[in-house]
């Protein structure tokens, strides 16, 4: 049985990946593709319960714990889910993966790059997304956005500096992934980011 593709949504809080979750899988289902949908940190039991304790706002966790936390979900996530599931030809369509641990834990928290590189090669060996989808948006665009519809967890109370840094990480680890990584303007109508969406896809896992 062909393996499936392993398709990832990324940007910073409010960027929009919400939105276009809501419709990708059925897209993939649409041509042919079985899609099992899921999300980091989470997916798993375990995640789910690290999840929740790595965006209550009451915690105040030091950056090493805060990534290593994040890798023991993905560990966890890669072997209950997303590797059986590819294994069985099924499409994994995820919201955020390891390009938002470069995001996050090193752009944001301020964790050296190599040690979240360390953490990468070390929890998933060479396996990556087949196609990375980055929502790009200014800091200040995402965090209106992401006030205007809920409370601020952990991260999303985060200052403007935060989340300057975590966009630029973000462009940096697009640089670097640059074939598998496609940025999108996140900050245009919604029909023109979907039409983009949809011809990226098809383009690239068709």
């Given at each position: 049985?062909?393996?499936?593709?392993?398709?990832?949504?990324?940007?910073?809080?409010?960027?929009?990946?919400?939105?276009h979750?809501?419709?990708?899988?059925?897209?993939?289902e649409?041509?042919?593709?079985?899609?099992?949908?899921?999300?980091?940190?989470?997916?798993?039991?375990?995640?789910?319960?690290?999840?929740?304790?790595?965006?209550?706002?009451?915690?105040?966790?030091?950056?090493?714990?805060?990534?290593?936390l994040?890798?023991?979900?993905?560990?966890?996530?890669?072997?209950?889910?997303?590797?059986?599931?590819?294994?069985?030809?099924?499409?994994v369509?995820?919201?955020r993966?390891?390009?938002?641990?470069?995001?996050?834990?090193?752009?944001?928290?301020?964790?050296?790059?190599?040690r979240?590189?360390?953490?990468?090669?070390?929890?998933?060996?060479?396996?990556?997304?087949?196609?990375?989808?980055?929502?790009?948006?200014?800091a200040?665009?995402?965090?209106?956005?992401?006030?205007?519809?809920?409370?601020?967890?952990r991260?999303?109370?985060?200052?403007?500096?935060?989340?300057?840094?975590?966009r630029?990480?973000?462009?940096r680890?697009?640089?670097?992934?640059?074939?598998?990584?496609?940025?999108?303007?996140?900050?245009?109508?919604?029909?023109?980011?979907?039409?983009?969406?949809?011809?990226?896809?098809?383009?690239?896992?068709?």
């Amino acid at each position: 049985m062909p393996r499936g593709k392993f398709i990832t949504l990324e940007g910073i809080d409010g960027a929009g990946k919400s939105t276009h979750l809501s419709w990708i899988p059925a897209f993939l289902e649409a041509r042919g593709a079985r899609v099992r949908l899921t999300r980091e940190p989470g997916g798993t039991s375990l995640g789910e319960a690290l999840r929740s304790l790595l965006l209550d706002k009451t915690q105040h966790l030091h950056a090493d714990t805060e990534a290593l936390l994040m890798f023991a979900a993905r560990r966890e996530h890669l072997d209950k889910v997303i590797l059986p599931a590819l294994n069985a030809g099924e499409w994994v369509v995820c919201d955020r993966f390891t390009d938002a641990s470069f995001a996050y834990q090193s752009g944001g928290s301020g964790l050296a790059w190599e040690r979240v590189a360390a953490l990468e090669s070390w929890v998933q060996g060479a396996l990556q997304p087949d196609l990375t989808l980055y929502f790009d948006v200014p800091a200040a665009v995402g965090k209106a956005r992401t006030q205007a519809v809920r409370e601020s967890d952990r991260f999303e109370q985060e200052g403007h500096a935060f989340f300057e840094n975590v966009r630029a990480a973000y462009l940096r680890r697009a640089r670097e992934s640059a074939g598998r990584m496609i940025v999108i303007d996140g900050s245009l109508k919604l029909d023109s980011v979907k039409n983009s969406v949809e011809t990226i896809i098809l383009n690239s896992c068709f």
